[in-house]
């Protein structure tokens, strides 16, 4: 990569994971010369890890619009850079096992026809055609996207490295940023080990990091990390390059292919917060220590499933860290506490699907001022001063690993870290019987 620091910038970049080097790919793709810090080597902390499933159906009609975009963008970025980066266009298949989820399906369905991405639904027997080795009998339906697919997170990012690069973004590896230059309440550079940049833009885009980052700056980041788990099996004679990615989202699992193997994966209705005492400084392309016990109800769920999976090897027990937020939705956009801040985190485990949108979105925010899109459920401003609590945070992130599968209904109400902020009256409203949401 590049070996010196400049002494300016128009946008520094904090953080080489997928998020920061799409937005630096993006930037440089309109001109801006921006610079990206990266305290290891580029996508060394949650991003390598990754699934890479690439879906685009989301909340909002921009949003599904930024998931095309992301879809697109990968389908393309290979021709650009001359970089390989594993994208298969496999198709995703959700399937129902409850007639809430089937309503939910249906609904997705038409969602999908007003964003023009074409999808079906299948029958328990068209769904036994593609996934052969699963049980069917108690599913009710499934919905097929055959325009989504997988992607190898590793390479991807260096593919829009790559492409930056070409078009004038700096890239440094191996350079910690030690804080922000602030005068008089606006950013005015970023010091780092190996000298000061000055600049009045920098995005914060640190993934786990970016809490105990913000906080010391005097800017609330409600997030941390919390521990995810998957497994993959000894080599499939018979499964597909082109298997379709498979999510059973009552069960908490997600299905596909990699590398002829079966990767398996489950997010839990309660996760395990990590690193509460610091994430160790030498943290780069790391696995923590798989817990068996935390991950068994998910697991005995995949071996019912799939009940040939007793008599297979399980080549890889995977374990490793992603940064989830109090709502479950990331954060992006200015820092209401700092002008010149910009944040793109908290990904919660979609950060390589959203990398596309969230790229060009912050482009937009850094050069114009405001994105082309709606992003108002993303807004960083919606984060509350308590919330910069980092007990807080550890104790919500882990339920908010539940949400990534969960169902979600209006007036929804979370059980993890109560009673942070009260009103003078709580204790006697709480005699008079008050219910508190």
Same mark, same amino acid.
């Given at each position: 990569?590049?070996?010196?620091?400049?002494?300016?910038?128009?946008?520094? $970049?904090?953080?080489?994971?997928?998020?920061? !080097?799409?937005?630096?790919?993006?930037?440089?793709?309109?001109?801006?010369?921006?610079?990206?810090?990266?305290?290891?080597? #580029?996508?060394? +902390?949650?991003?390598?890890?990754?699934?890479?499933?690439?879906?685009? *159906?989301?909340?909002?009609?921009?949003?599904?619009?930024?998931?095309?975009?992301?879809?697109?963008?990968?389908?393309?970025?290979?021709?650009?850079? +001359?970089?390989?980066?594993?994208?298969?266009?496999?198709?995703? #298949?959700?399937?129902?096992?409850?007639? !809430?989820?089937?309503?939910?399906?249906?609904?997705?369905?038409?969602?999908?026809?007003?964003?023009?991405?074409?999808?079906?639904?299948?029958?328990?027997?068209?769904?036994?055609?593609?996934?052969?080795?699963?049980?069917? =009998?108690?599913?009710?339906?499934?919905?097929?996207?055959?325009?989504?697919?997988?992607?190898?997170?590793?390479?991807?990012?260096?593919? *829009?490295?790559?492409?930056?690069?070409?078009?004038?973004?700096?890239?440094? %590896?191996?350079?910690?940023?030690?804080?922000?230059?602030?005068?008089?309440?606006?950013?005015?550079? !970023?010091?780092? =080990?190996? +000298?000061?940049?000055?600049?009045?833009?920098? *995005?914060?885009?640190?993934?786990?990091?970016?809490?105990?980052?913000?906080?010391?700056?005097?800017?609330?980041?409600?997030?941390?990390?919390?521990?995810?788990?998957? #497994?993959?099996?000894?080599?499939?004679? =018979?499964?597909?390059?082109?298997?379709?990615?498979?999510?059973?989202?009552?069960?908490?699992?997600?299905?596909?292919?990699?590398?002829?193997?079966?990767?398996? @994966?489950?997010?839990?209705?309660?996760?395990?917060?990590?690193?509460?005492?610091? $994430?160790?400084?030498?943290?780069?392309?790391?696995?923590?220590?798989?817990?068996?016990?935390?991950?068994?109800?998910?697991?005995?769920?995949?071996?019912?499933?799939?009940?040939?999976?007793?008599?297979? @090897? #399980?080549?890889?027990?995977?374990?490793?860290?992603?940064?989830?937020?109090? =709502?479950?939705?990331?954060?992006?956009?200015?820092?209401?506490?700092? %002008?010149?801040?910009?944040?793109?985190?908290?990904?919660?485990?979609?950060? $390589?699907?959203?990398? @596309?949108?969230?790229?060009?979105?912050?482009? %937009?925010?850094?050069?114009? @001022?405001?994105?082309?899109?709606?992003?108002?459920?993303?807004?960083?401003?919606?984060?509350?001063?308590?919330?910069?609590?980092?007990?807080?945070?550890?104790?919500?992130?882990?339920?908010?690993?539940?949400?990534?599968?969960?169902?979600?209904?209006?007036?929804?109400?979370?059980?993890?870290?109560?009673?942070?902020?009260?009103?003078?009256?709580?204790?006697?409203?709480?005699?008079?019987?008050?219910?508190?949401?």
């Amino acid at each position: 990569m590049t070996s010196k620091l400049p002494n300016s910038a128009p946008v520094v $970049i904090i953080g080489g994971g997928i998020c920061g !080097v799409s937005t630096l790919y993006h930037l440089a793709k309109r001109g801006v010369n921006a610079v990206l810090l990266e305290r290891r080597k #580029i996508a060394s +902390g949650t991003t390598w890890h990754a699934a890479g499933i690439v879906g685009q *159906l989301r909340d909002s009609s921009s949003q599904t619009e930024l998931g095309k975009y992301t879809a697109r963008l990968f389908r393309d970025l290979e021709e650009e850079t +001359g970089q390989a980066t594993g994208y298969k266009q496999n198709g995703t #298949i959700n399937v129902a096992l409850s007639h !809430v989820r089937q309503e939910q399906l249906l609904r997705t369905h038409d969602h999908a026809a007003r964003m023009d991405v074409e999808s079906f639904i299948l029958p328990p027997a068209e769904l036994a055609e593609k996934w052969p080795w699963i049980l069917t =009998d108690d599913i009710k339906s499934a919905l097929y996207v055959p325009s989504n697919g997988q992607v190898n997170p590793l390479d991807v990012t260096t593919a *829009l490295s790559k492409g930056a690069r070409a078009q004038g973004g700096l890239l440094f %590896e191996h350079t910690t940023v030690t804080s922000l230059v602030v005068r008089d309440g606006k950013v005015s550079g !970023v010091e780092t =080990d190996q +000298g000061t940049i000055a600049t009045d833009k920098v *995005l914060l885009a640190g993934g786990m990091w970016s809490h105990l980052f913000a906080k010391a700056h005097g800017v609330t980041v409600p997030l941390h990390a919390c521990e995810h788990y998957y #497994i993959v099996t000894e080599p499939m004679a =018979d499964l597909p390059s082109d298997q379709p990615i498979l999510n059973i989202s009552e069960e908490r699992t997600y299905w596909k292919e990699d590398a002829g193997k079966l990767l398996i @994966g489950g997010f839990e209705a309660q996760g395990k917060a990590w690193a509460k005492d610091g $994430i160790p400084s030498s943290f780069e392309f790391d696995e923590l220590p798989f817990d068996m016990e935390q991950a068994e109800p998910e697991l005995e769920l995949m071996f019912a499933r799939m009940p040939a999976l007793s008599g297979m @090897g #399980i080549q890889t027990f995977f374990c490793g860290p992603e940064s989830f937020t109090p =709502d479950g939705r990331p954060y992006m956009g200015p820092a209401p506490e700092l %002008e010149g801040l910009f944040l793109a985190t908290g990904m919660n485990s979609n950060g $390589i699907l959203n990398s @596309g949108g969230v790229g060009l979105t912050l482009a %937009e925010w850094l050069i114009d @001022g405001a994105p082309s899109r709606s992003m108002s459920p993303l807004l960083a401003s919606r984060a509350h001063p308590f919330q910069a609590n980092t007990a807080y945070n550890q104790e919500r992130a882990a339920e908010s690993v539940g949400f990534h599968y969960g169902l979600h209904w209006l007036g929804h109400q979370v059980l993890s870290a109560r009673g942070v902020r009260r009103v003078p009256l709580h204790d006697q409203l709480t005699k008079a019987g008050a219910a508190f949401a």
